[in-house]
């Protein structure tokens, strides 16, 4: 009966125009069994340059679980525009992998469908204890006052990457430290088809990514501490507008931003078309566009003024992947010594190393390897000045309506149009309107 | 099936018409239980099968959710979702609050997207059709290149197209306005109310080939005299498509439009590759909205809803075309 209803699931979802829906229902009861404990299913998110690249490396690594643990890990890397809907589908069948992972703000939403195992201090203590942990990166596994609904993995912050010959050519001395600073420099640059500052105003989750750290700058939050949206109060316009000026007002942007979504803000870094980005780990992809490191530096975002600090002076979401077990496993100490495997202090080590992330694991963070110029900004920011984006269960949909919001902003600042507070508070207005009661 | 011995069945190989003698010997033996339920039922029963599995149980499944609170608190247990009676439908059609209001808009636009749409496929469909009637050189090269972006796989085409109708780097742009000077400034195509040109170009450039094939199918039908004919009576070109093509062809379109229609209007293939997951107002189909509805925000109810309200007025519409449209047809042999 599970497995047709998992294919009723599948088919519903495939004759969309006729049915929108998702159904199945696999509900089982607690935390898992052991009935196969031979064999793990594995759904990796894409981190690297491609799937290709990406099941190499993991592959490899997964050997070496096989070999001391005797269990097969069967891999599956999913495309990031894919994984949120599959783990969705995955949980309306209940036929989905034993282990996967997740975007750490996707935490609190995918706990609130209940699919996930809970990480209580028993399942904690089987992987090695919580402590072993960066606070901040346990920070957005779930909301505050439950189990945490996943793990970390890889963690990753936001930094201002900017180009030295371009900052050189207009006369910047140095890197800018406050808003005000980066907007000067960005006039400077902003000339003759150069522009001072990228962003990809197609992508709802950047949209958010920076809003969330203008508000905080502006002492706002998106949510209540109820979990009610708060989109339209004026700490979170100021920081809406804020954002978009630097395109509407500052004009430091270039309006072809606007419809960017699939990263050519670094291409345009790498082509010396922009001076600045805002980014969480762009080193690979400035290497494989034909950078060297020494052509660009890498400093803290911008804050209002004074240095990067929590509070009024959070610089950056605590961005990264948390590794979850689903709760109908077959096999769940085998996902157990799997999470404890890629959480170990060697793996963390490596995989970090080769996706430019930064180890949510206090041991692997002394490696010298995060201790490059850019991994050093990226780790130190993680653990002095970032904050998760809300840990609440309409995460997703916050960042869909206000990203989409966000998007429409950049379209009328583009196209000339007026960007006034009133209008971006009808957006955000909007927006709110548009979420779930 | 039924149950016949081996002995009994007409031997393989190719069939000759019945012999004296045969006849009885070659036709299949039914048993009389099979026969009372009558054999065109059972031969029935694989296709009504499938069909029940492929379109009828998602479709009951999904009216089933339109009237629950499915969010993401109960998608994996939807049973257990809380029955909401008739509050999606009137959250969906309730015209002052937002989720009515885009819901509206979304279907205007829609209305206007089918309309354009369909009207410039099937006039450029007749008009290739009829043009390539005449035999002359280089046809055959013609009629594949037209046919070509039917071939094509959908998402590499439209991505293609996406790429074309980039502002800063897309050909489109390159050729109006660096080459052409035809616009001041590089507009945006995939943003603003210009996506809904974008949108309509891109679904009429993917569409308008299957109309040209539907149309030259039916017009190897059309017997030659009937031109000839006309000729000698001193019919000019318009007149014979007037009088003898456009008629001819009026059982073919009638179908012809309707699978245009419902296509189009239920495309969610090129809005989907072209916008991604948040299409822009201008080109905001009921396709997209409700997949957005569903699978973006998480609000499963909501989305069923706005999907059993399309096809109700999916069905009505068609009913009443097909209503329209036999009327002309009763004494046709279509």
């Known amino acids: ?437 | 099936m039924t149950a016949t011995a081996a002995h009994e069945q007409a031997p393989p190989g190719p069939s000759k018409g019945p012999g004296p003698g045969q006849r009885k010997q070659r036709r299949l033996r039914i048993p009389a239980k099979a026969r009372s339920i009558g054999l065109p039922y059972l031969l029935l029963v694989p296709a009504l099968l499938f069909e029940l599995f492929v379109h009828v149980v998602p479709m009951v499944v999904g009216i089933f959710m339109a009237f629950k609170e499915l969010t993401q608190f109960y998608i994996r247990d939807w049973g257990a979702a809380p029955w909401t009676g008739f509050d999606n439908f009137k959250l969906a059609v309730d015209f002052n609050q937002p989720v009515g209001k885009a819901l509206l808009h979304s279907f205007w636009v829609t209305c206007a997207f089918t309309a354009i749409t369909v009207l410039c496929c099937w006039l450029l469909g007749v008009a290739a059709a009829v043009f390539l009637q005449e035999n002359f050189k280089g046809r055959g090269l013609l009629r594949a290149i037209f046919l070509t972006p039917y071939a094509l796989p959908i998402y590499a085409a439209v991505i293609t197209w996406a790429f074309m109708f980039q502002r800063d780097n897309g050909m489109v742009n390159h050729i109006i306005h660096d080459q052409l000077g035809l616009t001041d400034d590089r507009p945006f195509w995939l943003l603003g109310d210009n996506s809904f040109v974008a949108l309509t170009v891109v679904a009429v450039w993917k569409t308008w080939p299957f109309a040209f094939l539907i149309v030259m199918a039916a017009l190897q039908n059309i017997p030659k005299d009937l031109y000839e004919a006309s000729a000698i009576d001193g019919a000019g070109i318009w007149q014979q498509i007037r009088r003898i093509t456009l008629p001819a062809l009026r059982p073919v379109n009638q179908v012809l439009v309707l699978v245009l229609f419902l296509w189009t209007f239920n495309d969610f293939n090129t809005p989907f590759i072209l916008f991604g997951d948040s299409a822009p107002e201008a080109a905001d189909l009921i396709s997209i909205h409700i997949y957005q509805s569903s699978f973006v925000s998480w609000n499963f109810g909501t989305g069923s809803a706005m999907s059993v309200l399309l096809l109700l007025f999916l069905l009505l519409v068609t009913a009443v075309y097909l209503m329209l449209t036999s009327r002309g047809r009763k004494g046709e042999n279509v």
Not at chain 1, 141 to 147: F, I, L, M, N, Q
Not at chain 1, 249 to 271: H, R, T, V, W
Not at chain 1, 354 to 364: L, R
Request: glycine residues 8%; aromatic residues 8%; proline residues 5%.
């Open chain 1, 1 to 437: 009966m599970r497995r047709l209803r998992a294919a009723a699931t599948a088919v519903t979802v495939v004759t969309l125009a006729v049915t929108a829906s998702g159904c199945g229902g696999g509900s089982s009861a607690g935390g898992g069994s052991n009935n196969s404990p031979r064999t793990l299913t594995y759904w990796a998110s894409n981190q690297g340059p491609s799937i290709e690249a990406d099941k190499k490396i993991l592959t490899k690594e997964l050997a070496k679980f096989t070999q001391q643990t005797g269990i097969k890990v069967k891999l599956e890397v999913v495309p990031w525009a894919d994984l949120l809907n599959r783990v969705l589908a995955a949980t309306a069948s209940g036929e989905g992998p034993d282990v996967l992972n997740i975007g750490n703000s996707w935490s609190s939403s995918l706990q609130a469908t209940g699919a996930l195992l809970p990480w209580d201090a028993k399942n904690y203590k089987a992987i090695g204890g919580k402590d072993r942990f960066v606070e901040t990166a346990l920070s957005a596994t779930g909301a505050e006052d439950k189990d945490p609904a996943a793990v970390p993995l890889y963690s990753l912050s936001y930094a201002l990457y900017y180009n030295k010959k371009m900052f050189a050519d207009a006369g910047v001395s140095a890197p800018p430290k406050t808003w005000d600073e980066l907007v000067a420099a960005g006039k400077k640059i902003s000339k003759g088809g150069k522009w001072g500052l990228a962003a990809e105003g197609g992508n709802l989750s950047e949209n958010i990514h920076h809003a969330f750290v203008f508000g905080k700058q502006h002492g706002a939050d998106f949510f209540d501490a109820a979990g009610k949206p708060t989109f339209t109060s004026d700490g979170a316009v100021a920081a809406v507008k804020q954002y978009v000026d630097l395109m509407a007002k500052d004009k430091i942007i270039a309006p072809g931003n606007a419809e960017y979504a699939q990263n050519q803000s670094l291409q345009d870094f790498a082509n010396n078309k922009t001076a600045m980005v805002l980014w969480q780990a762009a080193a690979s992809t400035f290497k494989a566009h034909g950078m060297k490191p020494s052509d660009y530096g890498v400093v803290p975002v911008p804050v209002p003024s004074g240095t990067p600090d929590t509070g009024k002076n959070t610089n950056s979401m605590v961005a990264g992947i948390n590794i979850a077990v689903f709760k109908n496993t077959q096999n769940l100490k085998g996902a157990q010594k799997f999470v404890k495997f890629m959480t170990s202090e060697d793996e963390q080590k490596l995989l970090n190393k080769t996706y430019g992330s930064i180890p949510p694991v206090k041991d692997a963070q002394q490696d010298p390897a995060f201790d490059q110029p850019d991994t050093k900004v990226l780790r130190e920011t993680l653990v002095n000045s970032a904050s998760p984006l809300p840990n609440v269960p309409n995460e997703s949909q916050f960042e869909t309506t206000v990203g989409t919001a966000i998007k429409e902003l950049w379209a009328d600042a583009a196209a000339g149009r007026a960007v006034t507070t009133s209008s971006v508070k009808a957006r955000l207005t909007k927006a709110q309107q548009q979420m779930p009661k």
